[in-house]
Each structure stands twice: as structure tokens, then as C-alpha cells.
């Protein structure tokens, strides 16, 4: 198995609550991480159907068979023994007794945070981080290739090529996934909204034109992204509010969790691909930020990150709020900068004045260095930089 940094949170947490809540994508390591924690207590999974008929139809018993707590994995499949788990671990009084897992914050959570509010601490877990996959040495060298492996664990764990692993990926789990929640009948329609959303990463979300461009309604649309985000397919940023005497722009900007499935969602199969691609950027932006924001998930916390744009174009690819201060990055996917590669950091801290920290520019190269009060770092780096207190 290959270390987590959440696991750390996960052993630290279980001294203060009685449950750990363990949420993120499927396939995502969520289960192994789980059974890695509490290697000496039983595991039921929930999707299996005996176990979650025997669930619903006599929790009590059920959870008695774990007087000692467990692994209770995909508890959204039977969201009504969550009351019951708040009976048994007040009575119990013991602290780390169970982890649940989820892959759908739909129903999970709304139903966690009424049964089990006080009871539980969250974590949610993301694909590898540039981090694991270094410290196991399996980290591929170059960028494209990166882009176009992604971090889905079970692309490092078999001899598969990507490709062949995103197909069966999207089919088995997204499409089914998505169905369950939204009962979709048109999944031809739902397969191309979704491939449509991969075109705009790393873009402004405009869900009217989104819509309209895949013969759908506003409204479906929205509920859709809703689902996607569920699902922890994609994550919408937020524009920040400060406000330089300068319209705002209030759309969000849409990203995919895995620039992997991304780029397999616009047809991309090879490095040579990527390399030419019209929206190598926005990939690489997209991977970039996803990286951000698994640093602070894997700690069980939540990310304070925007954009900042205005009326005018001015634009910053990331504001990390950093207490009273801001964080301004750039995002670059090049390997070689210039001098205009500084040009909107520069600006904007103009704007920020004593409000901002000193800016930071992310690129495609190796090198890691100050220039000119800018801390410019190397794609491979940005786990190891504790300057991403945020």
C-alpha cells in the first residue's frame, strides 16, 4: 500500500471522536486507507447486498456483530443506520470506534449531520497527491504524462493504460452513479453534458451556454453540476470578493478533481496529444489547483481558494486567504517563463497593496526560485512548499 498523508488526520481524529466520516471519489483508495487504520477490526461493506438487507431490516443486530466498532464502508447505501450508530457509540463512550466511508455526498452527509452532528469528524480523500506518488517512486517524470495518467490509485496499482481504466471508470461508476441520484434516462445526453464540462475546464461555468449547447434546460443543467460535484467528478472555485475599484466577474470557474479523466474525456490518448492540445493550460491549471486542494482535504480542513477577475481581464488564477492576508498564484504551464509570465502577479499586487503576500508562479519546469519577490515553483514542488499554510 501506498502511505497517505491523511492517514495521519485519520489516526489523530480518532483520538477526539468516536467515528471518522472518510468521503471522496470511488476508487479513490478510501477502503484500503480505512482497513490500513483499523487493521485489527472487522470490515462490512455495505454495497454488498446480504450485508445491507441484514442492515436495514435489524441495525440494531447488525451493529451489535461490532461491539468493538469497524469499517462500515458506503454507508449511503443505508443511510437509516446512522441513527442507530448514534445510539451505540453514546453508550459506548469510546472514542475511535468506527470509520464510515462514502462516495456521494448526496444523502450521506445531510443524513450524517443529523444523526451523528458531534460524533463525527470529516475527511475527504482525493486521488494521490504529487507527494505519495514521489515518496513511492512512481511519480512520472514529465508533466504531460502526469496529466494524461492522473492519480487514480488503481492506475499506479495494475498494468493498465489509462485510457482503458477512465472508460471502464466513467461507465461503471459516474454513469451509475449519476443514475441512482437523478434517475437520468437520456445517458447519451448526460454522457456528452459531461465530456462538454471537460472542455471547460479551467474556464468560467456559464451554465446557460451549457446548456444550450448540449439541448438541455438551465435548470438540468445546474442539477447535474450539482451531481458531478457529489460525485467528486468536479469542484467549482468561487471569485473572490475583494474588490479594487473594479467590476467583479461573480461566474465560478469549473475543474475536474483529476486532470487523468479530463483529459481523457476530450479524446486525449497520448503525451503527443496533450503536448499540442489547445487546452494544455487549462489541464495543467486544473491539475495545479486540484494539487492545492488536496493538500488541505488531507488534513481535514476545508481550502479558503478563489480567482480573482475583473471587468476588465485582469486576472489572478488563485487567491489563498492566508488570515488577514492574500495569497496571489500564478498558474503557467509552459517551461520556460518571461518576463510577461509575471506581468498580472505584478499588477495585482499593485491593486492588494499591504493586503497581499509575497506572489507565487507555478510552472511546467523543474527550477525552484525567487525572482524579483516572486517565489517561482517547479510542478514536482508544490507538496513539499509549506508556504501553502492556507
Not at 261 to 267: E, K, P, Q, R, Y
Request: aromatic residues 10%; contains cysteine; proline residues 5%.
Amino acid at each position: 500500500m501506498i502511505n497517505r498523508i491523511a492517514e495521519k488526520t485519520i489516526r489523530n481524529l480518532l483520538h477526539g471522536f468516536p467515528i471518522v466520516t472518510l468521503t471522496g471519489p470511488r476508487q479513490s483508495g478510501k477502503t484500503t486507507l480505512a482497513m490500513a487504520v483499523f487493521k485489527n477490526k472487522p470490515y462490512a461493506s455495505l454495497e454488498e447486498p446480504d450485508l445491507r438487507q441484514a442492515a436495514s431490516d435489524d441495525p440494531r443486530s447488525f451493529l451489535a456483530r461490532f461491539p468493538n466498532g469497524a469499517v462500515l464502508d458506503e454507508v449511503q447505501r443505508c443511510p437509516d443506520i446512522l441513527s442507530y450508530l448514534q445510539t451505540c457509540v453514546d453508550i459506548s463512550g469510546k472514542m475511535g470506534m468506527f470509520i464510515l466511508t462514502g462516495s456521494q455526498q448526496f444523502g450521506l452527509m445531510s443524513g450524517i449531520t443529523q444523526s451523528l452532528a458531534g460524533r463525527t469528524a470529516f475527511v475527504e480523500l482525493l486521488p494521490f497527491t504529487i507527494n505519495e506518488l514521489a515518496d513511492a517512486g512512481i511519480l512520472p517524470s514529465d508533466i504531460d504524462a502526469m496529466m494524461l495518467t492522473g492519480s487514480y490509485p488503481p492506475v499506479y496499482d495494475r498494468s493498465l493504460v489509462p485510457a482503458s481504466w477512465y472508460s471502464a471508470y466513467v461507465t461503471a461508476y459516474v454513469e451509475r452513479d449519476v443514475r441512482q441520484m437523478l434517475k437520468i434516462q437520456e445517458l447519451e445526453t448526460f454522457q456528452r453534458f459531461v465530456r462538454l464540462c471537460a472542455g471547460r475546464t479551467g474556464q468560467l461555468l456559464n451554465l446557460s451556454s451549457l446548456a444550450t449547447e448540449c439541448g438541455i434546460t438551465h435548470n438540468t443543467a445546474k442539477a447535474w453540476i450539482s451531481v458531478l460535484e457529489a460525485s467528486y467528478i468536479v469542484f467549482l472555485l468561487r471569485p473572490h470578493s475583494v474588490n479594487f475599484s473594479k467590476r467583479l466577474v461573480k461566474m465560478p470557474k469549473l475543474y475536474f478533481y483529476d486532470v487523468g479523466l479530463a483529459a481523457w474525456l476530450l479524446g486525449i490518448r497520448t503525451t503527443e496529444q496533450i503536448i499540442t492540445h489547445p487546452l494544455r493550460g487549462n489541464l495543467f491549471e486544473t491539475f495545479i489547483i486540484s494539487e492545492l486542494i488536496k493538500s488541505k482535504l488531507n488534513c481535514g480542513e476545508k481550502p479558503s481558494a478563489f480567482f480573482w477577475r475583473d471587468s476588465n481581464g485582469n486576472e489572478v488564477d488563485l487567491i489563498l486567504e492566508q488570515g488577514t492576508k492574500l495569497m496571489p498564484i500564478e498558474i503557467k504551464s509552459g517551461r520556460t517563463l518571461t518576463y510577461e509570465s509575471f506581468a498580472g502577479l505584478e499588477k495585482w499586487r499593485t491593486l492588494a497593496g499591504d493586503m497581499a503576500t509575497a506572489p507565487v508562479l507555478i510552472y511546467g519546469g523543474d527550477e525552484s526560485y525567487d525572482h524579483k519577490g516572486s517565489k517561482v515553483i517547479g510542478w514536482k514542488e508544490i507538496g513539499k512548499k509549506a508556504t501553502f499554510t492556507f
